[in-house]
């Protein structure tokens, strides 16, 4: 069982409200001061997503880069589909052999392009359990696709404890089940892969919830993924109590969920508080309870 989680914090991103225009008129301030925060918070590695950043990913990677590198000295995380700006970025990256690279797909043009470039930088890989056909549609086909994907990286002398499976966190509307695989996925993945990493994109689970309502999906869906030792995830790190579950601060939590996910639920008559909200959350999150956004109140 995992204690602790290495936080990558989420919040400079192309789509965000500070970071996205600042990056897009090329104003580091309030890059730069998101960076400080999110490593204030407790951050492991900050990941600069810059989406598919079509038209000028090969300036707008590097420059996000030296930007952040240049104030603070995190381990970065450099995100995006564009194969092109990721080589770029990794270009002017500081500390390569401590980077991330985010993230490799099981799709053939994506790993000829971007192995060789996570060879040389001698980088952290997060591989995606993306395929040529979308998602996998359960464990067996994430299983697969990991192979695939450990297989290839390892002939490019990339070893084992620099890669970070990610089985894809989907969002609960789209019901309980995809997340059941990926937890799945997650307690066979010691056997698949021995030494290498996991991550999420926890937040992908409360995507079209409530803003009001997000931080405690997030929470106790970090929770379930520590069951199976999930070693880092791309979190809020704006969210305290996530944070504090991240370092291994809430250890009453994590076992009232993890008894809960072995079929021993405690009495709810006897829960209040932060507890209750877990308990709620966790019935919700394993399809135990319909989801809808009513779910804390039932
Ligand atoms: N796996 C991997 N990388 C990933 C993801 C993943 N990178 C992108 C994404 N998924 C994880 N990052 C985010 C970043 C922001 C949000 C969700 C996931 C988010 N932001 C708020 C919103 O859109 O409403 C707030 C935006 C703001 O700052 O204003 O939800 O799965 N390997």
Redesign the pocket.
């Known amino acids: 069982m995992a204690n602790t989680v290495k936080a990558i914090a ?2 400079i ?1 192309i ?5 996205g225009g600042a990056m897009k008129e090329r104003k580091p301030g309030p890059v730069v001061e998101m960076a400080k925060e999110e490593t204030g918070a407790g951050a492991s590695y900050l ?1 600069l ?1 810059i989406g598919p950043a079509r038209k000028d990913g090969t300036e707008l990677m590097p420059w996000v880069v030296e930007a952040v590198q240049n104030e603070v000295d995190t381990p970065l995380c450099l ?1 995006t589909t564009n194969t092109d700006a990721m080589a770029a970025g990794f270009a002017v990256v500081k500390n390569k052999d401590v980077a991330i690279m ?2 490799i797909s099981a799709q053939p043009e994506r790993m000829e392009k971007l192995i060789p470039v996570a060879a040389e930088a001698g980088c952290n890989v ?1 591989a ?1 359990l993306w395929g040529p056909d979308g998602m996998p549609r359960d464990s067996n086909e994430r299983a697969a696709m990991s192979v695939d994907l450990m297989m290839a990286l390892m002939e490019a002398g990339i070893p084992n404890e620099k890669m970070l499976f ?1 089985p ?2 989907t969002p609960i509307t789209l019901g309980a089940d995809q997340i059941a695989s990926g937890l799945e996925f997650l307690s066979m993945l010691s056997e698949i892969a021995p030494g290498a990493g996991s ?3 926890l ?2 689970v409360s ?1 079209g919830v409530a803003d009001h309502l997000r931080k405690y999906l997030d929470r106790t869906y970090l929770i379930m993924l520590m069951k199976h030792d999930i070693s880092t995830a ?1 979190v809020n790190s704006y969210d305290d109590e996530l944070m504090a579950i991240c370092r291994g601060e809430r250890q009453e939590h994590v076992d009232m969920v993890h008894a809960m996910m072995d079929g021993n639920d405690p009495d709810p008559s006897t829960l209040s508080g932060v507890a209750m909200e877990h308990y709620k959350t966790y019935k919700a999150l394993s399809g135990q309870t319909v989801f809808s956004e009513s779910w804390l109140e039932l």
Do not use: F, H, K
């Open positions: 989420e919040s991103n789509m965000g409200n500070r970071s990941d997503n995100d985010n993230s997060i995606l990610d894809i966190a991550t999420v994109g937040s992908n995507n791309i």
